[in-house]
């Protein structure tokens, strides 16, 4: 007599049948509103939002954490991105744009809680792939509104590199001005028009190379300055541009020689060295006075590195190309990026 699961026999004696408990996706069972059993399919099906349903952020967790059992997590992604193409119309290139308003802000959560909780599955190249390639369709809309909030984003970090000159971390200060100042961001010129640049105009003075960096050094010497008559712990924050810290120290220890004409230990180069080496040690103590912010930290683990050919490529997408060299490239990318998604 083959053997019946206690939870067989619990639905079979509550009158739990088929018909009775099926939901709006096929193969999804129910005792007393509770999810009991379901194909993998039906299960999957239950994830995926809709313009008038999102799925329960413990059913959300308890799919996520079990699903690796059946199924990688990649190839999950992969379903969840065919669903929200294919179900919600969004791969239509005529869909409403209301409808797509309405069910990005509800897929873009399923992503967060998904990229938070299991923020590992994004470490695989595959899974990456099935994401950038949903959330291009997402960001499809009126081209007007997508040039004014990349100008948005453009303003928001000139004013976190204001920022951190204002605090003295001139190292992070510098990596956004050479991330606004690449090919692919600076060639975004009906972007730009919409920027206000007055403000990075003068970040940018401050950080200017000529001289050997004398703007710099000269902001690097007030900050200085500051943190060793500083009181409070922000106040005493220099984080200098790393690659001139190092550069610095290099030519100090190549262009001065060890020992001197008569022999002697050339002291003076190494009481310049120590003195570099020191005070970058001070700065290194000086205990972070700001909470970790949980979401950015997230992001950081989970954002893919893009390549000069992909920074390219989306530069293209989001601007056409201007000249017949840029077209070419355009079609060349296009052929050997996008064949691999």
Avoid at 151 to 173: H, K, P, T
Avoid at 217 to 242: C, H
Avoid at 295 to 306: E, H, M, S, W
Wanted: charged share 25%; net charge positive.
């Amino acid at each position: 007599m083959p053997q019946t699961s206690p939870l067989t026999g619990m639905l079979v004696s509550s009158g739990y049948n088929k018909n009775q408990s099926q939901t709006k996706e096929e193969g999804l069972y129910y005792h007393d509103n509770t999810l009991v059993s379901g194909s993998l399919e039906a299960l999957i099906h239950h994830l995926v939002p809709s313009m008038d349903y999102y799925p329960d952020r413990t059913y959300i967790f308890t799919f996520l954490l079990s699903s690796r059992l059946f199924i990688h997590p990649y190839e999950l992604m992969s379903k969840v991105c065919h669903l929200c193409m294919e179900q919600q119309r969004l791969s239509d290139p005529q869909a409403d744009k209301m409808r797509i308003r309405k069910l990005t802000p509800k897929i873009l959560q399923l992503l967060q809680e998904w990229t938070e909780t299991f923020s590992y599955d994004f470490r695989d190249e595959r899974m990456m792939r099935g994401l950038k390639e949903l959330t291009q369709r997402l960001s499809s809309g009126d081209e007007p509104v997508k040039k004014k909030q990349r100008a948005r984003v453009m303003e928001f970090f000139i004013d976190v590199a204001r920022e951190c000159f204002n605090i003295g971390n001139f190292n992070s200060l510098m990596a956004i001005i050479s991330g606004m100042n690449m090919s692919p961001v600076s060639r975004l010129k009906k972007t730009w028009s919409k920027v206000k640049t007055a403000k990075f105009d003068i970040l940018e003075h401050q950080m200017d190379p000529s001289g050997n960096f004398y703007n710099y050094r000269t902001a690097l010497r007030g900050a200085t300055q500051r943190s060793r008559t500083a009181n409070s712990t922000r106040e005493k924050i220099v984080i200098p541009f790393f690659s001139l810290l190092i550069k610095d120290i290099y030519f100090l220890n190549e262009g001065c020689s060890n020992r001197m004409q008569n022999g002697h230990v050339n002291f003076e180069k190494f009481w310049e060295m120590a003195k570099r080496v020191s005070e970058f040690m001070v700065w290194k103590k000086v205990e972070c006075p700001f909470e970790k912010d949980r979401k950015i930290l997230q992001y950081l683990l989970t954002a893919p590195v893009f390549s000069e050919d992909t920074l390219y490529l989306a530069s293209y997408e989001s601007e056409g190309p201007e000249n017949h060299m840029e077209k070419d490239r355009w079609k060349s990318l296009r052929s050997t990026l996008l064949s691999r998604v």
